[in-house]
């Protein structure tokens, strides 16, 4: 047994960051400490869920949040969903409402029973705060940056802070490094895997509530020859706004509204895409965000020291994975305070368990991205196409796909006797894929509506 057993209350946990993970563990700490203290360097943020946290400049994107992650945040902060709906997120079905592109035709929308979350980053950090309320025991503080850890003999006993300029050290029991991956709190460099992505997104006026038969379209690249992917998600409130991003390789795409078109239109996988962005009017500047690597952190050097969150491990994001690994992560922690882990064991006994959940988010994604910057094995990468091309037809390698995108099953999944089997049968059987079934796009009026673009950007 360690120094600190759990079978009564510490006194102060420090959680450094108020992004997704660091809320998380706010509430997975809260029954098991006296005082828990949330910092962050930003400033408080206000009501708008458009806005753009200074060191969150994903908050621009709109947020899945994948049926695992919910049900954690729910467990964690009952109330959630309903705050989360009443900001403007909402429920949707990966089969039926998400739209995939893949391997030249666009899949049959078909309801599979799972459910999606979609909201602005905000909505859920909105509502996640409002569920604070509940633990009388936190705090949350604005305008306050860890510069250090405090480490003695291989524990950590606090941090030096900084408070709107003025210095100062505090001391924990615990801490909790959620400072994202843009962090310069870790003490040795992470594990790197370049992979060069680029966002280019627009918010995009419609006059429609929403499409015919989607809510969300994405559209894969196939690789390695196309580079680029493109994503357009109706992003509440109102319904009316569209989210378009595309996601470039390896190539950084323009951020001129017709250059983008231009851009697409030889470029995106399904020409679709181009006319879909061309339907619109741009409601403020593009953004541009650089997702150069994914990284990998290693352990804290201190024992009573945990990295949650991209802090910890930081995967593209392309499959909307990060706040549900967050969770999944704080969960366990929750776990681990319960059945008594005591303080000076906790961070080694979470760093085993999380490495399993990382790993499941990091090897699909690798896989993934290596056909642009390793060269791999040809076999698998073939093997791989074949599982991603079959999943677009019937739901089988499709639920699959969705369960491994969701951190539900490891990628071995892909490699089951009966994906195989298909697999392998594939290579003899000609039959045909099942039909393309090209969504709908929805009545536009692009350029009437960019007449009136200049007045909407300048009223925002
Ligand atoms: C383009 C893009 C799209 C994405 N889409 C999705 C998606 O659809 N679904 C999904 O689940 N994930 C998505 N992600 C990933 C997701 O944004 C992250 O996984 C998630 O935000 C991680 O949360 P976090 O709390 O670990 O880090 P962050 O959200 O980055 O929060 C870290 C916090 O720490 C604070 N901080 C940092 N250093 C200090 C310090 N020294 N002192 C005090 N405070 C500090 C920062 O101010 C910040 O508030 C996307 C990411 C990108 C880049």
Redesign the pocket.
Known sequence: MGTFALTETHSHALI?????????AASALAPYFSRVTI????AAPDDDVFAV??????????????FE?KRVIDMLYPGFSSAFVGRGGKQLDFGADFRFFQSGRWRRPRRLGVPMY?GM?EMM?GAMRDGLAAHRNVSLEWS????ALIVESGRCVGAT??RNGQQETVSADLVID????????GDAAPRRFTIDVW?T?FLLATRFAHAPDWSVLIGYNKRPEQRVACYAGFTAPGESILQF?I?SYGLKPPTQFEDCIEFLRHEAPSPLFADLLASGTPIKPPTR?A?PSMDWSPSPLATNVIR?????C??D??????????ALEAELLSKLLASETPLNEIGAAFDKGARRLRTRAWDFLYEQNSRFTVSGSALARRYMDRVMDLAQDGDGIFKTFVKVRNLVTPMAAFYHPSIAARVLLSAFSNRPPDEDSTPVLPPTSGSEQRQTAASTMSSR
Not at 53 to 66: E, F, K, N, V, Y
Not at 178 to 185: D, E, M
Not at 308 to 312: K, L, M, N, S
């Open positions: 450094i960051g108020a992004g997704c993970a660091g809320l998380l910092i962050d360097q930003d946290r200074r060191s969150t400049p994903q908050s621009q994107h709109a947020h899945h949040l994948l992650g979609l980053r950090e306050t940056k860890a510069d802070l900084d959620a400072t994202g991956r843009w962090s310069k709190l966002y997104t991003t996601m965000l997702f949650i969150g991209d802090a910890a930081s995967v994001p392309v499959t909307g994975v990060g706040v549900t690994k967050a």
